[in-house]
Every structure is written in C-alpha cells, then in structure tokens.
C-alpha cells in the first residue's frame, strides 16, 4: 500500500509570488489532514477534509491560504500571494476514518522557503 | 488555548538503556495520545498510541498514560542507537468535535553506541 505523497519535495520562492503543494492521501482514506512546522515550533493543524467537505479550517492563518480537494482524491494547499513568515514544512496526513482510534498518516512534507 | 509540552532536550542515554520521555496536555476533553517519531527530514511516523489510563506495551515500547493528572509518557527500553530521533507527542478529541492532532515540540533523543 503506497503511503501519503507530497510535491514537491521542496520549493522556494520570493515574497508575493503563488506556490501550490499537493498531497495525495492513502488510497480509500476520506479524512485528508494539512499541518505545518515554523522553524523552532510545534507541528500545528491548518485543516481537515472529509472526502471534498471541509470539515475544519480553523487552523488556516489567513485567506492567503487555499486548501482545496476536488473528487475527495488529492489536495492542493494555495499560497497566494506568500510572505517571509509562511517559510516551513507542510505536512499532510490521512485516515481512513476520525473516530478514537483512527490513526493519521504523514507524508514526507513540502519544505517551503519565502525569500 | 489547547497546548502539549514535552522537554526539548536533548536527553542522552546510552546504548541499552532506559529512555524516558514525558509528555503533559493542558485540555481535559482530550481522549486519544500518540507518540509519533520522527527522524530528521522525515515524515512523522506512529509508534505509540494509548486511549485509557494505565501501561500500554509494544515491544520495546510502553506508553503511560494518567488521565488525572493529564500527563502521559513513553519509556523506550533497551535503547538502540537507531531510536536516535525526535519524538512528537500528541493528542486529540476524536470522537468529539475535533479530529486534529495537537503536538508537542518534541523531545530529541540521542542514543549514544
């Protein structure tokens, strides 16, 4: 069974410009989770989809982020326009279900660097 | 505001023995705790999970859990020097409102041959 993918593997890009991360999930998994590391932080929550819903964007630190899972298949992470502070690693995660004893499964991570 | 602190270290062992790695999480509600590793540059891997108080063992591996005093803990014995990693602790309300992992800075270990 092929685990989460990530592309790309690493990117950077300057101040103000787009850049889209794609992650797919673990095949038959409906819950599709992103995450993100700042340097020197704690892995924090952006959000969860369930198939092509969004279950819970709470974590999302502004609307220069667009997350986005069209068919309930792979998702696509938007920064646009990106700042300095948006440099770290984005992980993605899925599961089969959200229940108590559902575990998430991480993909290798995107490395974004503003410059 | 939710938080999960680990000591960052990084806690040094030698080879074959015990490493301890505490973990404690500020919200009650919180039902399920998992122990991820995580090698550097490497995606986050699961070791550990624990839903109710008491010892859980896999191998190597005992996750404890004490739900009163919301503190939770991961005792690796034998240590190896390929347990040298971070270990990320975390934990969620699933089955609640939320599905989402909170973690924790994470703990270094260094497991010296």
């Known amino acids: 069974e092929a685990g989460v993918t990530q592309f790309p593997s690493h990117s950077v890009i300057e101040k103000g410009q787009t850049v889209t991360l794609r992650c797919d999930p673990i095949?038959?998994?409906?819950?599709l989770y992103w995450y993100r590391r700042v340097m020197g932080k704690e892995i924090k929550f952006l959000l969860h989809f369930v198939k092509e819903s969004k279950q819970d964007e709470s974590g999302m630190p502004n609307n220069r982020f667009l997350a986005e899972r069209t068919g309930g298949t792979y998702s696509t992470l938007k920064v646009q326009p990106a700042e300095l502070e948006d440099s770290g690693v984005y992980f993605c995660?899925?599961?089969?279900?959200?229940?108590?004893?559902?575990?998430?499964?991480f993909g290798p991570g995107t490395r974004l660097t503003v410059l | 505001q939710k938080e999960v602190e680990q000591n960052s270290g990084p806690l040094s062992v030698p080879e074959g023995a015990i490493a301890s790695l505490n973990c404690t999480y500020s919200d009650r509600v919180s039902q399920s705790f998992f122990w991820y590793r995580q090698y550097s540059g490497k995606s986050p891997e699961l070791i550990m999970s624990?839903?109710?108080?008491g010892d859980k063992e896999d191998g190597r591996f005992t996750a404890q859990l004490n739900k009163a005093s919301q503190y939770v803990s991961l005792l690796i014995r034998d240590s190896q020097p390929s347990d040298s990693a971070t270990y990320l602790c975390a934990v969620s309300n699933y089955g609640g409102s939320q599905g989402n992992l909170i973690f924790g800075k994470g703990t270094k270990l260094s497991v010296k041959p």
């Open positions: 624990i839903y109710s108080n």
């Open positions: 095949s038959g998994h409906d819950n």
């Open positions: 995660a899925s599961s089969r279900g959200w229940g108590t004893t559902d575990t998430q499964y």
